[in-house]
T-cell receptor
Framework: GDSVTQMEGPVTLSEEAFLTINCTYTATGYPSLFWYVQYPGEGLQLLLKATKADDKGSNKGFEATYRKETTSFHLEKGSVQVSDSAVYFCALRHGGATNKLIFGTGTLLAVQP | DVKVTQSSRYLVKRTGEKVFLECVQDMDHENMFWYRQDPGLGLRLIYFSYDVKMKEKGDIPEGYSVSREKKERFSLILESASTNQTSMYLC?????????????FGPGTRLTVT
């Protein structure tokens, strides 16, 4: 069945460092792909999404490109801030009429000043 | 803005109690979901509902049931709480696929069963 694999954390970076969080997927057809972020003590918020191959989603300085040839959707940011410390989840939309999502296990990012 | 609210942020219950977790959304969404979140396991789908009184099992439905009597409200029920149900519970809603694909999440309920 469909699945999402993302790099294990925690990822610890200094402020202004470059961030990459890897995400690969297994799916039939052409799923939509998402990155969600969970700040401490909160629910998940949509960070960015891409609905077809070669689409680039972007928000708040974060970017991810839907690469069908490598079945990947890696999250990147050029210069992280302490306020980016959170758990990041990669997800794909399961086909069907209900918008069901399949999530990766999450990657904890800790940014130090 | 879409708002999804959950009845409690923190809840402590005893083993064997019947527990109700409530979720309300204000955007007239057809689809609603209950997940549990555990370290190292990510989010796992317990149940979802695609219309009033309609429900389907997710990946881990055992020990849980749900109720959706009104479109805006989706309840998760732990029939007889056990310690292995200690977890963070997240509710989400989404419109039909033709409108948008993302889910909107509530703040979560951290349930401890002692």
């Amino acid at each position: 069945g469909d699945s999402v694999t993302q790099m294990e954390g925690p990822v610890t970076l200094s402020e202004e460092a470059f961030l990459t969080i890897n995400c690969t997927y297994t799916a039939t057809g052409y799923p939509s792909l998402f990155w969600y972020v969970q700040y401490p003590g909160e629910g998940l918020q949509l960070l960015l999404k891409a609905t077809k191959a070669d689409d680039k989603g972007s928000n708040k300085g974060f970017e991810a490109t839907y690469r069908k040839e490598t079945t990947s959707f890696h999250l990147e940011k050029g210069s992280v801030q302490v306020s980016d410390s959170a758990v990041y989840f990669c997800a794909l939309r399961h086909g069907g009429a209900t918008n069901k999502l399949i999530f990766g296990t999450g990657t904890l990012l800790a940014v130090q000043p | 803005d879409v708002k999804v609210t959950q009845s409690s942020r923190y809840l402590v219950k005893r083993t064997g109690e019947k527990v109700f977790l409530e979720c309300v959304q204000d955007m007239d969404h057809e689809n609603m979901f209950w997940y549990r979140q555990d370290p190292g396991l990510g989010l796992r789908l317990i149940y979802f509902s695609y219309d009033v009184k309609m429900k389907e099992k997710g990946d881990i439905p055992e020990g849980y049931s749900v109720s959706r009597e009104k479109k805006e409200r989706f309840s998760l029920i732990l029939e007889s709480a056990s310690t292995n149900q200690t977890s963070m519970y997240l509710c989400a809603s989404s419109p039909p696929p033709g409108q948008a694909y993302e889910q909107y999440f509530g703040p979560g309920t951290r349930l401890t069963v002692t």
